[in-house]
């Protein structure tokens, strides 16, 4: 048994949390060739939407899919990610991200969130995970990023959809 999964369904955390995790372990999974080419977008019942930059990439990423999610499920501890897709997408020079405000808010809203988890070390990594995840996107935003309209993913871009939720909308388009 996998004693972090038992305690995120336990406190109903699971979904809050799993939900990050395959976005934020694509990279480290993918390793550093793969992650300049490559740009996770969203994580939503349990399909991973990644955009690739060129078709070609795209392809040979497709062929590994299998290998891919079942790395993801093996960090994740859980069998969380089932699909991966890989859509077209521009992916964005890196950019300078500039360093996020300290927020003196965060570490205690995460206490307040986290005050009924029995085992300090876990609280710990909890209010970690969720004060880093908040500045990151404090600092995207800060650096012009959006926040998608449907989803609420941080992406750059044009318009009020992330590229996930574009994607959707031309396929729905295309067969509607
Ligand atoms: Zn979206």
């Known amino acids: 048994m996998n004693w972090v999964t038992e ?18 372990l694509w990279p480290e999974i993918g390793g550093p060739q793969i992650a300049r080419i490559t740009k996770p977008i969203r994580f939503t019942d349990g399909i991973l939407t990644v955009a690739v930059n060129s ?20 960090a994740v501890g859980a069998a969380v990610v089932r699909e991966i897709r890989f859509i077209p997408g521009r992916i ?26 029995p085992d300090p070390q876990l ?6 995970l969720y004060v880093t995840l908040r500045q990151r996107e404090a600092a995207l935003l800060a650096a012009g990023a959006k926040r998608c309209v449907r989803c609420g993913v941080v992406f ?20 509607g």
């Open 7 to 24: 305690v995120l369904r336990r406190y109903n955390l699971g979904e809050k949390f799993s939900a990050q995790q395959p976005l934020l």
């Open 92 to 117: 964005p020079l890196p950019r300078r991200i500039p360093h996020p405000p300290h927020d003196p808010q965060l570490p205690a809203d995460a206490a307040h969130m986290f005050a009924g988890v």
């Open 55 to 74: 078709a070609a990439a795209r392809q040979e990423l497709f062929l590994l899919r299998e290998q891919y999610i079942a790395r993801l499920n093996q």
């Open 123 to 128: 609280q710990r990594s909890f209010t970690r």
């Open 156 to 175: 750059f871009g044009d318009g009020d959809l992330c590229p996930g939720c574009r994607f959707d909308h031309s396929q729905s388009v295309e067969s």
